[in-house]
């Protein structure tokens, strides 16, 4: 079965820091990495996915993660955040290749960034 | 264009009493998905449905619950006999490629 783990369950910075959400993952096969944010009130978003190719993937906002298969991992980073990216974010993944298609999420990051 | 919708937003019942949600997926999207999101769990995975294929049950938390797609498109969630750790937000998402996922707002469940 896959589990999805993601360090930090609340992260407060000041606007203009740097941002690296952690997230680390247990699956033997072939996998589907996502990151998807929820900003207050609204629904969940796809950030960024990983296939395969480029381990380095960029998504919106300025988002970028990084998928380093001998870790597991595949956290999240922005050089400079915004109040605006204030929200939850959850990291996931799904077996690839054609395998079982629901997603396993990790329990969330809660993300403020002060003005 | 139109996301997912899923309906009612909002559902108060009543502790042993049987809720149906409803999804309606992205229109062409063969794959649909139920997730669970509470305070303790997190986002769980519920069920899945791709196409005319057997939908993969193997989040489904207990024989309570059960899920139906019609005609390949909209589909219901039904929880039997409800109990107040069902109490969640229900979100449905739905998928042309089965791999990204279009998440819909959810339906708030709270059981009394």
């Known amino acids: 079965a896959q589990s999805v783990s993601q360090h930090n369950h609340h992260v407060i910075l000041s606007e203009a820091a740097s941002l690296e959400l952690g997230c680390n993952y247990s699956?033997?096969?072939?996998?589907?990495l996502f990151w998807y944010v929820q900003y207050p009130g609204q629904h969940l978003q796809l950030l960024l996915k990983?296939?395969?190719?480029?381990?380095l993937v960029k998504g919106i906002k300025g988002f970028e993660a990084e998928f380093i298969k001998s870790k597991f991992s595949f956290n999240l980073r922005k050089p400079s955040v915004q109040w605006s990216d204030t929200a939850e974010y959850f990291c996931?993944?799904?077996?690839?290749?054609?395998?079982?298609?629901?997603?396993?999420f990790g329990k969330g990051t809660h993300l403020i960034i002060q003005p | 264009g139109a996301g997912v919708s899923q309906s009612p937003s909002n559902k108060v019942t009543e502790k042993g009493k049987d809720v149906e949600l409803r999804c309606d997926p992205i229109?062409?999207?063969?794959?649909l998905y139920w997730y669970r999101q509470s305070l303790g769990q997190g986002l769980e995975f519920l069920i899945y449905?791709?196409?005319?294929?057997?939908?993969?049950k193997s989040g489904l938390p207990s024989d309570r619950f059960s899920a139906e797609r019609t005609g390949g498109s909209v589909s219901t969630l039904t929880i039997q006999r409800t109990q107040q750790e069902d109490s969640a937000v229900y979100l449905c998402?739905?998928?042309?490629?089965?791999?990204?996922?279009?998440f819909g707002p959810g339906t708030r469940l709270t059981v009394l």
């Open positions: 990983y296939f395969s190719g480029d381990p």
């Open positions: 699956y033997g096969g072939t996998v589907n």
């Open positions: 229109s062409g999207h063969t794959a």
């Open positions: 998402a739905s998928s042309r490629d089965r791999v990204r996922q279009y």
């Open positions: 449905f791709q196409g005319n294929s057997a939908p993969d």
């Open positions: 996931a993944v799904n077996a690839g290749g054609g395998g079982a298609d629901g997603l396993t």
